[in-house]
């Protein structure tokens, strides 16, 4: 009979040790720390608005008639600048609009029938649409629109100086390296027409196109 008793009383406690520790896994619920959140490249997101600086080179082509004679002439120098804009994206497409405003240097002479002719543009800016296809880490894409800058025609006798308008058509890469920085590389052709005048009492007409190369770095809103 004793013995009888304690077995019972044995496998009662075992149950009610099992039936315990089936109620703590039941309630156990592992913590893990969560995960770093790193920028995903093969994604990567252009949309927003953004503000930026730009530098690089350009090659400058003026072509000038001085009176009735004619030559061209051809300056290299620096440029730098802002830039600024908003770009939407859908899926993969790309779109928005930019503009700068920049700054360059160097000049050129040419000797147009005896008279040493000076042919000069300071500073441009431009108003541009840009439309782009991001691939996993970079996007590339085409921009053009409205161009403005001065142009200065002087000779021993005066100068004159106008804002000339024209346009602009160029193309990109641009690659994201954090969440809100990017960076790029841009050619723009820009070409301001032609602007006509007196210096001296002797008419002038002269031609301005430039090629720019530069590079940038942007920083988006999020």
């Known amino acids: 009979m004793k013995t009888r008793m304690f077995a019972r009383l044995a496998l009662a406690a075992a149950v009610l040790a ?19 959140v790193a920028y995903d490249f093969s994604t990567p997101d252009f949309s ?9 080179g350009r090659w400058s082509n003026f ?8 030559a061209g002439s051809e300056e290299t120098g620096f ?5 600024g804009g908003i770009a939407f994206q859908s899926d993969r497409l790309v779109y928005g609009i930019e503009g700068d405003v920049n700054f360059a240097t160097g000049d050129s002479t040419s000797v147009v029938a005896g008279v040493p002719v000076t042919s000069d543009n300071d500073w441009f800016s431009t108003l541009r649409g840009r439309v782009g296809y991001a691939f996993d880490s970079a996007m590339v894409y085409g ?9 200065e025609v002087s000779t021993p006798a005066g100068s004159d100086s106008s804002t000339e308008f024209g346009w602009t058509l160029g193309a990109g890469v641009e690659m994201p390296l954090t969440d809100n920085f990017t960076a790029r590389a841009e050619y723009l052709y820009t070409d301001l027409g032609s602007k006509s005048g007196e210096i001296g009492g002797t008419p ?3 031609e301005f196109d430039s090629h720019t190369v530069r590079a940038g770095v942007t920083y988006t809103f999020r």
């Open 18 to 36: 099992a039936a315990g520790h089936a109620r703590a896994a039941d309630t156990y619920i592992p913590v893990t720390p969560p995960a770093p």
């Open 48 to 56: 927003g608005p953004y503000v930026g600086v730009t530098a690089g």
């Open 63 to 70: 072509d000038t008639v001085f009176g009735t004679a004619g």
């Open 79 to 83: 440029t730098g600048g802002v830039i």
């Open 143 to 151: 921009t053009g629109g409205l161009a403005v800058g001065d142009v």
């Open 204 to 206: 002038f007409k002269s």
